[in-house]
């Protein structure tokens, strides 16, 4: 029995040297965007990071396999599939041989590390909750960030997160973050967190110059870059804030905990600002994979 899987494709344009970009499964899935924005999203991220240049490698777990890089036939099992996987489930649903198991950016992020990819693209990544005082609630994908050499290319962490920690923790544990021609942090759905980018770089090509300093410097984990939602997409400040607001006090009435918040209050966000948010969703996850292709295929051509 192998525990994972590395798609034909992926197989070969890795051993020839061509650029490859993970993508992870759990956005694609119900828990991520309701369907059928969850597909619309699959087929546009795809062809998103093959118009920038690199071979897409989506990844989930499928009849107990870690999968890196799926068969077009196998996509309707993810945008159905259920099951979360986080990094630290991904032995339970490979030991346990779930049928289905969509992956997060930090399972992602390992699976993809496994197979030697170095360019991941997701929506938005987990941070710290609003609530992690009383909670303690600060999502994994910040340490797998910093853990595994992959560059994640996201806009930014989710809007209902606390931004500001969310951006000390990275630099806490050591995550070189960078806007692409942007000031800001962005925050997902919206352009502006009001938080200031700790670095701007203005190309891809200034990113792939970075991510080759940090490897020759023996930098053993990741990087941030952070792109904003095109401005022709992005949700107002002041609706996001009341859909946010309207969100988090259904999920505390709900009583929902763990790794059901951010599902949840993803669906309510949604509901909350009439739909608007699913297509500003959807375009983010478009530009993230454009421009992963685009870093994907620089350093493809560098190194
Ligand atoms: N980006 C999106 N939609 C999503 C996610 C990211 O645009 O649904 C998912 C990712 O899989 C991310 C997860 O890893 O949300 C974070 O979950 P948590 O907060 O429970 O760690
Ligand atoms: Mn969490």
């Known amino acids: 029995m192998t525990a994972f899987e590395v798609a034909p494709a992926v197989a070969a344009a890795l051993a020839e040297g061509r650029p490859v970009v993970a993508l992870e499964s759990t956005v694609f ?24 240049g690199a071979e897409p490698a989506v990844t989930a777990v499928l009849d107990g396999v870690a999968r890196i890089g799926l068969e077009p036939g196998e996509h309707e099992r993810i945008l159905t599939c259920g099951s979360k996987v986080a990094e630290r489930d991904l032995p ?38 609003r609530d992690a005082e009383r909670s303690g609630d600060v999502s994994a994908d910040l340490g797998a960030i910093a853990h595994h050499p992959v ?18 923790h990275l630099e806490t544990i050591g995550v070189p973050v960078v806007s692409l021609g942007f000031d800001e942090f962005p925050a997902f759905t919206t352009r502006s967190s009001g938080l200031p980018a ?21 930098y053993e984990g990741g990087l941030l870059l952070a792109v904003p939602v095109p401005e022709a997409d ?12 309207t969100a988090h006090a259904a999920a505390a009435v709900a009583g929902v905990t763990g790794p059901g918040v951010t599902p949840y209050v993803l669906g309510q966000i949604a509901d909350a600002t009439g739909g608007a948010s699913v297509p500003a969703n959807l375009a983010l996850a478009e530009r993230n994979a454009l421009v992963a292709g685009q870093l994907a295929a620089a350093l493809a051509a560098t190194s």
């Open 198 to 218: 700790p670095r701007r770089v203005e190309t891809v090509e200034e990113v792939a110059a970075v991510v080759r300093a940090a490897r020759e410097l023996g």
């Open 92 to 129: 339970f649903a490979v030991g346990g041989r779930w049928p289905c198991g969509v992956t997060t950016v930090s399972a992602s992020l390992r699976l993809a590390s496994l197979a030697g990819i170095r360019v991941f693209a997701t929506g938005g990544i987990g941070g710290v909750h």
């Open 29 to 52: 899935s119900a828990l991520g965007l309701p369907a059928p924005a969850g597909a619309e999203a699959l087929t546009r991220c795809l062809a998103a990071v093959r118009a920038g």
């Open 151 to 168: 560059v994640t290319v996201s806009a930014g962490a989710k809007v209902f997160l606390d931004l500001p920690r969310t951006l000390e």
């Open 234 to 245: 992005e949700v107002p400040r002041d609706v996001l804030d009341r859909a946010i607001a």
